[in-house]
């Protein structure tokens, strides 16, 4: 398939190709809500399923996203080069320290508790507690658990969001009203800057949306000067994995 799609491709097989897996994948979370609220018991007598239902729903979440992602797969068009993919790292490990920043402010000021005014704003915060693989005794679990959550941080979330995100929703805003996949991947304009950026924030929970603002924004530069969607899987990917290290070196379980 080209890099933009020509008018003999298929618009419908496309637009499922770049939404359904993440419509799919945000159903999951939609229902690790409601789920969690009626089985969640946090006591040590508990089972592990029940003292954190993300352990068993994200590994299904994980899963069904794979089998959509290569049910789809030949839908894609990545246009990989070494050049990006070497900067979309870079941009990654810049992106993922100004989201990590705000928390790490929060133990270098000595902060205890809730933060309120500006720091709130700016999303300084404990973040301990959220999804901890140590729930598990038995070494092969915890393995088995922080794998998953590796896998599905770095390379589920960044492809499905990427996809969406990039791939589809900046065209789609384009020319929502025309063949919008006859959009070049990666073009400007500051309507589908603001409209993606905002929904890609709104997407992540208020703690997060001064950091997403300001990785969104890297995102969409990598994206118009790349012009590859590979490069901002791989920011993505780099960003996830960098993040998936600072949160187990520094118990900080609430950035997952």
């Known amino acids: 398939m080209d890099a933009n799609p020509q008018p003999t491709s298929d618009p419908a097989l ?33 089972p592990w399923w029940r003292q954190d239902p993300a352990q068993f729903i994200y590994p299904i979440q994980t899963a069904v996203s794979i089998g959509l992602l290569i049910r789809y797969w030949r839908c894609y068009t990545f246009d990989w080069s070494w050049r990006w993919g070497l900067i979309a790292v870079v941009f990654g490990a810049v992106g993922i320290g100004c989201w990590l920043l705000p928390t790490t402010l929060y133990d270098a000021l000595g902060c205890t508790g809730k933060t309120e005014g500006l720091l709130r704003v700016l999303g300084v915060a404990a973040r301990r ?5 140590a729930l598990f005794d038995h070494p092969l679990a915890y393995w088995a658990a922080l794998g998953c959550r590796f896998l599905r ?6 492809l499905v969001e990427e996809i969406f995100w990039r791939g589809f929703l900046m065209r789609f805003v384009c020319d929502w009203e025309g063949d919008y996949w006859q959009q070049p991947f990666g073009r400007a304009r500051w309507l589908s800057y603001g409209v993606v950026t905002v929904l890609f924030m709104l997407a992540h929970a208020p703690v997060d949306w001064a950091a997403s603002l300001v990785y969104g924004t890297l995102t969409y530069l990598l994206c118009i000067w790349s012009k590859s969607l590979g490069a901002c899987v791989l920011m993505h990917a780099t960003a996830n994995f960098l993040m998936g290290l600072y949160i187990m070196a520094y118990a900080k379980y609430g950035l997952w």
Request: glycine content about 6%; aromatic content about 6%; hydrophobic content about 60%.
């Open 14 to 46: 496309l637009t499922r190709a770049h939404v359904i897996p993440l419509a799919v994948f945000m159903a999951c979370m939609v229902l690790l809500q409601l789920l969690g609220g009626l089985i969640e018991w946090k006591h040590p007598d508990a």
């Open 153 to 158: 941080a770095a390379v589920v979330v960044a």
């Open 129 to 133: 507690e959220g999804f901890n693989p």
